[in-house]
C-alpha cells in the first residue's frame, strides 16, 4: 500500500465548479505539499502546511493531523485549472518527499 | 519559470550508454533534491544535498546512479551503463530550508 493515496484519480469539471482534491497518508510527517504539474514535467508548489488551513485566491488546503487526512479545494474552476494535482508529504525524520500519484484534473468550458 | 534550471531537457540515447544531466538550483537555495518520474506515476526519492554534502540517498539508487555536487551549487546526476528502464523524467527541485521546494522543468530522458 502507498504510503500517500489520492482520490480521485481522474476529476472532469465544468467551468465554475467547486472541486476537491483528497489525500491521505499513513506516516509521520513534519509537513505537506500540494503540488501543480502541467503537460510537460514542470511542476510549482501550490502550498506547504503543518496544520490547520491556507488559502491562495481560488485555491484552499486544509490538513487533519489526527485523521491524517489533507484536502485541496478549487472554487469557481476555470479551464486553465486544468492539470495533475499531487500531494506529498515529508516524512518525519528526513527530508524527502513521498509522493501521491497524482489527481488528473480536467475543466471544460 | 521556478529559477531552477535543468539541462538538457530532452535526451535520448542507445542502451548501454552513459548520461549526465545538470541542475542549477536557485543561487541561494542550500538544499538539492533529484526526483524521478516515470509515466502516470507521482516523482520518486533519488537523492539531497545539503551544500556540497550527499546526506541522503534512495535505495532506488543503484550503482549505476551517482550524484555530485561539488561546490554546494549546482549538481549533476550521472547514468551508466543506461537500461530501458532508466525512462524517465529526472527532475531537481530546491530550497532555502524547511519551505516550499522548487522544482525544475526535468530532464525526460528516453533509453531506446
Known amino acids: 500500500k502507498n504510503e500517500v493515496e489520492q482520490s480521485p484519480q481522474n476529476l472532469t469539471a465544468q467551468e465554475g465548479e467547486f472541486i476537491t482534491i483528497n489525500c491521505s497518508y499513513s506516516?509521520?510527517?513534519?509537513?505537506l505539499h500540494w503540488l501543480q504539474q502541467h503537460p510537460g514535467g514542470g511542476i510549482v508548489s501550490l502550498f506547504m502546511?503543518?496544520?490547520g488551513k491556507k488559502k491562495h485566491g481560488r485555491l484552499i488546503a486544509t490538513i487533519n493531523i489526527q485523521e491524517k487526512h489533507s484536502s485541496l479545494h478549487i472554487t469557481a474552476s476555470h479551464p486553465r485549472d486544468s492539470a495533475v494535482y499531487i500531494c506529498?508529504?515529508?516524512?518525519?525524520?528526513?527530508?524527502?518527499?513521498?509522493f501521491g500519484k497524482g489527481t488528473k484534473l480536467t475543466v471544460n468550458p | 519559470d521556478t529559477g531552477v534550471s535543468q539541462d538538457p531537457r530532452h535526451k535520448i540515447t542507445k542502451r548501454g550508454q552513459n548520461v549526465t544531466f545538470r541542475c542549477d538550483p536557485i543561487?541561494?537555495?542550500?538544499?538539492l533534491y533529484w526526483y524521478r518520474q516515470t509515466l502516470g506515476q507521482g516523482p520518486e526519492f533519488l537523492t539531497y544535498?545539503?551544500?556540497?554534502?550527499?546526506?541522503?540517498k534512495s535505495r532506488l539508487l543503484s550503482d549505476r546512479f551517482s550524484a555530485e555536487r561539488p561546490k554546494g551549487s549546482f549538481s549533476t546526476l550521472e547514468i551508466q551503463r543506461t537500461e530501458q528502464g532508466d525512462s524517465a523524467m529526472y527532475l531537481c527541485?530546491?530550497?532555502?530550508?524547511?519551505?516550499?521546494?522548487?522544482f525544475g522543468q526535468g530532464t525526460r530522458l528516453t533509453v531506446v
Open positions: 544535498f545539503q551544500n556540497e554534502a550527499q546526506l541522503e
Open positions: 506529498a508529504v515529508k516524512k518525519g525524520g528526513s527530508e524527502k518527499l513521498v
Open positions: 543561487s541561494e537555495h542550500n538544499r
Open positions: 527541485a530546491s530550497n532555502p530550508g524547511n519551505t516550499e521546494a522548487f
Open positions: 502546511l503543518s496544520s
Open positions: 506516516v509521520g510527517i513534519s509537513a
